[in-house]
């Protein structure tokens, strides 16, 4: 079972900026593809970021501009470094393994981490 543990959240300023990581906890990480969902109150989970086992990289328009997406695959992490933050960024972020569908991509798994919350906020 892949497990994930998201960490490096936390409350900052409109303008700031802060990195996430999550470790996943598999023997074959770099062969994943990535991805990176966020989930505000009242809000259904979307996802904002994704990273190919080649490390290609798509964002949501969003994000696109401020938010970039990384992995290490000898740590099996993948981090979102997040700039120019903004109130509406605020949320529970959470990554998973993806895989590619016709309209996107999906997640792998169903078991989610407990995710890492993120404020923006003056």
């Known amino acids: 079972q892949v497990q994930f543990v998201e960490s490096g959240g936390g409350l900052v300023q409109p303008g700031g900026s802060l990195r996430v990581s999550c470790v996943v906890s598999?023997?074959?990480?770099?062969?994943?593809?990535m991805g990176w969902y966020r989930q505000a109150p009242g809000k259904e989970r979307e996802l904002v970021a994704t990273?190919?086992?080649?490390?290609?990289?798509n964002y949501t328009a969003s994000v696109k501009g401020r938010f970039t997406i990384s992995r290490d695959n000898a740590e099996n992490t993948v981090y979102l470094q997040m700039n120019s933050l903004k109130p509406e960024d605020t949320a529970v972020y959470y990554c998973?393994?993806?895989?590619?569908?016709?309209?996107?991509?999906?997640?792998?798994?169903?078991?989610w981490g407990q995710g890492t919350q993120v404020t923006v906020s003056s």
């Open positions: 990273i190919t086992d080649n490390s290609t990289t």
């Open positions: 998973n393994t993806v895989r590619r569908r016709p309209d996107g991509y999906e997640p792998m798994y169903k078991s």
């Open positions: 598999t023997s074959i990480f770099s062969a994943y593809a």
